[in-house]
């Protein structure tokens, strides 16, 4: 199973609407309300939910109709959304499990500082992970779970070495993130990305972290003017886990060839779908930043630094927390890195 490209998926739009008109008069249709943070110019919404949510509907012959509800227009807060789909107040939505800290703790291993190394390996690795380790979200019919492709420091002052970190405010959206900033010696700060703007504009935070592309639509770039990256193989901090999750009964309500549907767009060939469509828009958001302000690459040298300062640091409080839980911490740690390694190949 392959998903579309951009183009194709635009093209696929059509096709679905088309087979929703011409399918069967006496087909049952089911309605699904997706329900998500971000605002309609996003990226996200607009270059992998919409088309996902055409190609469900069209490879379920128009059977399957999915509404989606951007900048929590159905009501509550960013944070709220993994419960509204728990409890049936929506079908479906895409937010972070980091936003409720400390609930879904074994997949935050795939958050932790030096972590991850590319979209790609990172998602594949991530839906291997959940199939030994998801009972987490035994709650749920997991869709998809995925990574970004990792975390840029943008920031009002010049972040060139680890040292510059100290002393900053820096948004994060998840508790392990508000760790390394700790490790960092800077302050962290928690909140969901529509408050970035607010918070650059007011001057909040001195520095955010997220992708290249979360930037446009929040015109990050004309607030900041410096963009640091790390030099190596691995030129992201970290990352963030997302999911599309589904309430289960409204799942197991489907009939068994509507189940298929879903299943069949879901898993492995989505999460690998997904970080290419994240990957390509990297580089708008890069060009926006270089044009507007400046790309540092920090040194070999100061990454080892900085990597010296956070990522055991992080690592043992976070094997810690999971002791703590009666959970083998390390354990995950070596076979999240592993399956990283594996999918690298």
């Known amino acids: 199973m392959k998903f579309p490209n951009m183009k194709i998926a635009l093209a696929g739009a059509v096709i679905g609407i088309v087979a929703a008109l011409t399918g069967p008069a006496n087909a049952q249709e089911v309605t699904l309300k997706l329900h998500h943070l971000l605002p309609p110019v996003a990226h996200a919404h607009k270059n992998m939910l919409a088309p996902w949510a055409e190609k469900v509907m069209k490879e379920s012959g128009g059977r399957i109709k999915i509404d989606i509800y951007p900048a929590m227009q159905l009501g509550g807060k960013p944070p709220q959304l993994i419960d509204q789909v728990r409890d049936g107040i929506v079908d479906i939505v895409w ?15 795939f958050e932790l500082p030096f972590m991850h190394k590319d979209t790609g390996s990172t998602n594949k690795a991530l839906t291997e992970f959940l199939e ?43 508790r392990t993130g508000g760790w390394m900033i700790e490790a960092m010696g800077a302050t962290p700060v928690g909140a969901p990305v529509p408050k970035i703007p607010e918070m650059l504009s007011k001057r909040v935070v001195d520095a955010v972290l997220i992708p290249y592309e979360v930037t446009l639509p929040l015109k990050v770039h004309e607030m900041v003017d410096y963009h640091t990256v790390l030099a190596g193989d691995v030129a992201r901090v970290n990352t963030s886990t997302f999911i599309i999750a589904m309430n289960k009964a409204r799942y ?22 997904l970080g290419e469509i994240w990957d390509a828009a990297e580089g708008p958001g890069k060009a926006k930043a270089e044009e507007s302000g400046e790309i540092i690459t920090m040194s070999t040298a100061e990454v080892a630094k900085l990597r010296a300062k956070i990522e055991q640091p992080v690592i043992d409080r976070w094997i810690g927390e999971m002791k703590a839980k009666g959970i083998d911490g390390q354990a995950l740690v070596d076979e999240a890195r592993a399956l990283i390694a594996k999918n690298s190949k």
Not at 95 to 109: A, C, D, H
Not at 160 to 170: F, V, Y
Not at 255 to 260: G, N, Q, R, S
């Open 252 to 273: 197991e309500s489907l009939p068994a060839d509507l189940k298929k549907v879903i299943d069949d767009n879901s898993g492995m060939a989505l999460a690998q779908w």
């Open 95 to 109: 937010t972070l499990p980091g936003y409720t800290p400390g609930r879904f703790t074994k997949t935050e291993v």
């Open 132 to 174: 030994k380790n998801g009972d987490e979200y035994s709650e749920y019919k997991i869709i998809s779970m995925f990574v970004h492709t990792g975390q840029v420091i943008h920031s009002a002052k010049p972040v060139r070495t680890a040292a510059d970190l100290e002393g900053l405010k820096i948004r994060t959206p998840t």
